[in-house]
């Protein structure tokens, strides 16, 4: 095996994991929030360095799709979940961001942006730049987590300010991500043909043929994308049916309240500057 995949060390890759840890150890003091970005730190470790990362990034679609799996349907939930709210609350406070995050709060913009980075990500000649480059490898990589983040987002209703589904909105949403995530599944599955020239020396490795890895990698994509969104989406609406809670109804945080009057306030600022006299 190390003949064909020998050993490197992902630097850039480990000093982000190590960056991060570090970061959120000092910044949050719960525990366990602590242990929440440990273990997506960890997962995000397994995938990105040797050997999976490796395999991902120059031999196998299979296992670049699950990498991208564990690090959308995983690593990024759970880094949502081990941010507090007041720290979300800072960070998305500057105007630009603010606007920002609220449209990509909003499932439509956010489906939207999923489905066109995470094809981009799977495109042959993304693959074959990441296949050849460290920088677009580890580029690829920020795209996949922040897709990830992306995803999430509309979801777990973590944004200040932003919108917040009803349980019944969130597992809608879930159930339809998990068809939009899975776009070029069918592709893959009904392809006469290898599609990604840079992965290479799947049988010697994987034994298994390239086409056969690519077919298998479609079929990884759904049946690893429909069971963890399908199953969160529908233990969030027993879960909100078992508390007694409205699944048609939307939550209300004391952080929304704040951002909203932050809102009125720039709003009413910038009414009085249109009318100030010249």
């Known amino acids: 095996m190390t003949s064909l995949l020998p050993f490197r060390w992902h630097i850039a890759e480990v000093l982000f994991i190590v960056a991060a ?8 003091t719960s525990a366990r929030e602590r242990r929440l970005a440990l273990y997506a730190l960890l997962a995000l470790l397994v995938v990105t360095v040797w050997p999976m990362g490796d395999i991902a990034s120059n031999v196998s679609l299979t296992a670049a799709t699950i990498q991208r799996l564990v690090i959308m349907l995983l690593v990024a939930p759970l880094l949502l979940m081990a941010t507090p709210t007041n720290v979300f609350v800072r960070v998305t406070r500057p105007r630009p961001i603010d606007a920002l995050t609220r449209v990509l709060a909003h499932p439509g913009p956010a489906m939207a942006v999923v ?17 050849h480059s460290s920088l677009g490898r580890a580029l690829v990589l920020f795209v996949v987590l922040s897709v990830g983040l992306i995803l999430w987002v509309p979801a777990l209703g973590i944004m200040p300010g932003a919108k917040r ?3 019944m909105g969130r597992a809608g949403y879930l159930f339809a991500a998990s068809l939009v995530v899975t776009s070029l599944s069918f592709v893959w599955i009904f392809s006469r043909h290898p599609l990604y020239p ?10 298994m043929t390239p086409l056969f890895d690519q077919q298998l990698a479609g079929f990884v994509a759904k049946i690893g994308c429909y069971a ?3 199953a969160i989406a529908f233990t969030i609406f027993s879960r909100a049916e078992e508390d ?3 699944v048609e109804d939307t939550p209300l945080h004391w952080a929304d309240v704040e951002r909203q009057m932050l809102r009125i306030d720039r709003a009413s600022e910038r009414a009085l500057h249109r009318h100030e006299p010249e």
Request: charged content about 5%; aromatic content about 6%; cysteine-free.
């Open 115 to 131: 489905t066109v980075l995470g094809t981009l990500t799977l495109s042959s000649p993304v693959v074959d730049w990441g296949a």
């Open 198 to 207: 840079a992965l290479h020396d799947q049988y010697a490795l994987l034994h």
């Open 228 to 230: 963890p969104l399908w």
């Open 244 to 246: 007694g809670t409205p």
């Open 21 to 28: 840890g570090v970061g959120h150890r000092v910044v949050v």
């Open 165 to 167: 589904l009803s349980p």
